[in-house]
C-alpha cells in the first residue's frame, strides 16, 4: 500500500472552466481520502462544459447526478454508498422538482440529507448544486463496466 493519503480526480483550473471570470484556482471534481469521497458540488453542467436544462431545475439534477454517479465510480465507489447530500436551490419552489430527481437516484439508499435555498450560485444558470460524500466498504469492489 502506497503512503498516499488521498487521490484527486479529475483535477482542473478555474481559469480554463470560468473563463468569464478572473480566477486561477486548482480544484478537482472529487477527492478520495482513505475509504471516503467527497464530491464537489455538481450542477446541470456535463464534464465537457455543456449545460444540460438551461431553466429546467429537474433537468439540471439529472445532470448533476449523471456527474456524481461517474465520479464516485471513478474514485471507487457508487451510489450506494452516498452517506450525506447537501442540495443547494436558488428557489424554494425548485425543491420539489430536484428532489424527486435526486431521489430516483438514492432510491434505498438512506442518506442524510441537508437543503439549503441561496440567493444564487457561482453561475448564474445554474438552478441548483449538489454535493455528495460517500464510502468505500472494506473489501468492496467496485463493478466493472459492462
Not at 429537474?58 to 445532470?63: D, K, Y
Not at 437516484?105 to 437543503?115: E, Q, Y
Request: hydrophobic residues 40%.
Amino acid at each position: 500500500m502506497s503512503n498516499v493519503i488521498h487521490t484527486r480526480i479529475r483535477m482542473f483550473n478555474t481559469k480554463e472552466t470560468y473563463p468569464n471570470q478572473s480566477l486561477d484556482n486548482d480544484l478537482c471534481q472529487a477527492v478520495r481520502a482513505g475509504n471516503t469521497v467527497y464530491v464537489r458540488g455538481q450542477v446541470g453542467t456535463d464534464f465537457a462544459g455543456n449545460l444540460v436544462g438551461l431553466g429546467d431545475p429537474r433537468a439540471q439534477a439529472e445532470q448533476a447526478m449523471k456527474n456524481v454517479k461517474q465520479l464516485l465510480e471513478e474514485a471507487g465507489s457508487d451510489l450506494s454508498h452516498i452517506v450525506k447530500t447537501t442540495t443547494y436551490l436558488i428557489d424554494p419552489r425548485y425543491r420539489e422538482p430536484v428532489y424527486q430527481e435526486v431521489g430516483k437516484w438514492l432510491k434505498g439508499v438512506f442518506p442524510i440529507s441537508t437543503g439549503i435555498v441561496v440567493s444564487a450560485l457561482a453561475q448564474p444558470q445554474w438552478l441548483m448544486e449538489i454535493d455528495i460524500i460517500a464510502v468505500i466498504p472494506d473489501g468492496w469492489k467496485a463493478q466493472e463496466a459492462l
